[in-house]
């Protein structure tokens, strides 16, 4: 294909190429590999940005809560790189501002019928109060209506989006007076520049490509890549890596600086101007008692289903209410069996979980997808077709492909054992041919230096099912165990439910919408 596109352009009279931003890579793509040596460039002088706002903060809590001061006001939108922050973020609005409408868009429910509305005509967020939305809708969506005066941004996270995509979702909405902005500030050592020399660029990857080498199970000292010379595509694939590298770990850097360029007035927010993120005793005291404990939800007693629907229709505020509708919801979630040992087990696991109900609830249904063999999947699609449901379109045959190469490629003398990236070889080559598929329906991002360093990926991966990796650094190397703490619940509670898929996946009784 790019063979086609470099033949085309160089028997065409003239190329225009177009941009909202002119990086190096796109400069090398032009003049190393499809051979223009002579080039102009033109400028768009018009800046919808000028007169807005952009206010910083130095912690995500001072944001939190001038969200909900926001809230008081007016509508809202607030966008997030972090799954697990907008889940909580949703779940504690919900409680604090039962009458206001709140809907939240990611991966895993944007075949939910509200959800599904909003991506068919995104401007139908006018009849929310506040609008919640994760990278799934990061380009390729555009709100034009005025929704909401203030835009909120937790960028709380360096391992998904860089700060040209993060400025690019936030700007989904094109109307908007101000942007409240929270960006993890970068660790130190590491690279945050945006123009390296391409000679530095070269000298990283020899040094992986050796090292890889070097470390492999098949030997080699690496020398033979000390004097190796790369093409001019390979060289342009390098340097977006690079590019995106230094744009993630500088990102709160990078995304002020991307603003301040667009001429946006620059303030930044001080935590002590902000009461609602600095509670008296009196308002801490309130919340703590507002809490859904592990305890709590642990010791309530048992309801029927009925009396569950008449908690959930009440929308009572009252705790003991809302802690045994939340045992209830946990038991239906994991097929609880009154009684039975494993099941007293799990439901303790669960509550002790990080995250809300629906994140629980995604997490085991992935590992549903992973375990199901692919002609129950199909099967299960089917059924659920039948049933008319939305989550008929969810692609769980694609998700359940995905996950069985990864773990099929997977050395099974390893997986109780550290390992390194080296060790997981054929694991690193499929993340990287199959990165596009993966990005798609995993929401996982595979950049070019995946090749040589596939951990981190890895992790976003079983992330997917709540389970965790072990660091632990041995003579120099980083190596990671699979967290075999974070598996056995999740094979119970896929044994309970393995007589009635269906109902899992159609979510049934479990009111968690």
Avoid at 42 to 63: A, Q, W
Avoid at 179 to 203: M, S, V
Avoid at 463 to 476: A, E, H, S, Y
Wanted: charged share 25%; aromatic share 12%; with cysteine.
């Amino acid at each position: 294909m790019l063979t086609t596109f470099q033949s085309l352009v160089r028997n065409s009279r003239l190329s225009i190429f177009s941009s909202a931003d002119i990086p190096a890579s796109l400069l090398h793509f032009i003049t190393d590999y499809l051979g223009y040596k002579e080039y102009y460039h033109f400028f768009n002088e018009f800046n919808p940005f000028v007169g807005r706002s952009l206010i910083s903060y130095s912690d995500k809590n001072t944001l939190i809560g001038n969200i909900e001061n926001a809230i008081s006001n007016g509508k809202v939108c607030v966008a997030g790189l972090t799954k697990n922050t907008l889940i909580s973020l949703e779940e504690d609005l919900r409680q604090k501002y039962p009458e206001k409408k709140i809907l939240l868009l990611m991966e895993e429910n944007k075949y939910d019928t509200e959800q599904k509305k909003i991506l068919s005509d995104p401007n139908l967020i006018q009849h929310q109060d506040v609008f919640i939305f994760t990278p799934v809708i990061a380009s390729g969506i555009d709100i034009s209506i005025k929704f909401a005066e203030q835009v909120f941004l937790m960028a709380d996270t360096d391992k998904t989006l860089n700060h040209f995509q993060a400025f690019q979702m936030i700007n989904r909405l094109r109307h908007f007076k101000e942007l409240h902005f929270f960006g993890l500030f970068p660790q130190k050592g590491r690279n945050t520049e945006l123009y390296r020399d391409k000679e530095l660029i070269f000298a990283d990857y020899r040094r992986k490509m050796a090292d890889t080498e070097t470390n492999s199970h098949f030997g080699g000292d690496g020398k033979r890549f000390e004097n190796i010379n790369f093409p001019p595509l390979e060289i342009h694939s390098m340097m977006v890596h690079s590019e995106n590298e230094a744009s993630r770990n500088g990102l709160r850097e990078h995304f002020i600086q991307h603003c301040l360029e667009r001429k946006f007035q620059f303030f930044t927010a001080k935590p002590l101007e902000f009461d609602v993120a600095k509670p008296q005793p009196r308002n801490r005291q309130s919340v703590l008692q507002n809490e859904l404990s592990a305890d709590g939800i642990l010791s309530a007693r048992d309801i029927s289903i009925s009396e569950a629907i008449e908690i959930k229709n009440s929308s009572s505020g009252d705790l003991e209410k809302r802690m045994v509708l939340e045992r209830f919801r946990l038991q239906k979630i994991i097929s609880y069996r009154p009684g039975e040992p494993g099941s007293v087990k799990d439901l303790k696991k669960f509550a002790r979980k990080t995250g809300s109900l629906i994140l629980k609830y995604s997490q085991l249904k992935e590992y549903f997808i992973y375990a199901l063999d692919s002609y129950d999947l199909e099967m299960l699609e089917s059924a659920i077709s039948i049933s008319g449901s939305q989550a008929t379109k969810d692609t769980i045959q694609m998700r359940g492909k995905i996950y069985k190469e990864i773990f099929d490629k997977f050395p099974k003398h390893l997986l109780k054992k550290y390992f390194k990236a080296s060790d997981i070889g054929l694991v690193a080559l499929y993340l990287h041919k199959q990165r596009a598929d993966i990005d798609q329906y995993l929401s996982v991002r595979v950049d070019d230096g995946n090749m040589y360093d596939p951990l981190e990926t890895l992790g976003q991966v079983l992330r997917r099912f709540g389970i965790g990796l072990t660091v632990k650094f041995i003579d120099g190397f980083e190596y990671k165990r699979i967290n075999p703490r974070d598996i056995s619940h999740l094979i119970r509670a896929y044994r309970r439910w393995w007589t009635s898929q269906k109902d899992f996946f159609l979510k049934k009784h479990m009111f968690l919408s």
